[in-house]
């Protein structure tokens, strides 16, 4: 996927290698969500002030059948907000899945 880039591979979404091997890759993609999707979806996500973000969740080990136990912990201090229902055919949100999957 990476070396693709190099061949002009994703050329629409005008990425940027900022590091390959040795060290890791990384590749900023200037173009893959308009300015006006972003907005959008930043939007969406605060709908009802914010109040459907939720902590992020850490794992404090596993139960008796092997499952992972959700925690949340004092030093992971980001929070979560589902796109669910509704949100998902916003067109918007449909023009990012479409270049994610």
């Given at each position: 996927l990476f070396r693709a880039l190099d061949g002009g591979a994703f050329a629409q979404y005008k990425p940027r290698i900022m590091s390959r091997p040795p060290e890791p890759w990384v590749v900023?993609?200037?173009s893959?969500?308009?300015e006006?999707?972003?907005d959008?979806?930043?939007e969406?996500?605060?709908l009802q002030n914010g109040s459907k973000f939720t902590p992020s969740q850490g794992t404090s080990g596993l139960?008796?059948?092997g499952q992972l136990i959700p925690s949340i912990s004092d030093?992971?201090?980001s929070s979560t907000r589902w796109?669910?229902?509704d949100c998902l055919n916003e067109s918007s949100v449909v023009h990012l899945r479409e270049r994610v999957v």
């Open positions: 900023v993609f200037d893959f969500i308009s006006e999707d972003a959008r979806i930043v969406l996500a605060n139960d008796a059948q030093y992971r201090t796109c669910e229902a």
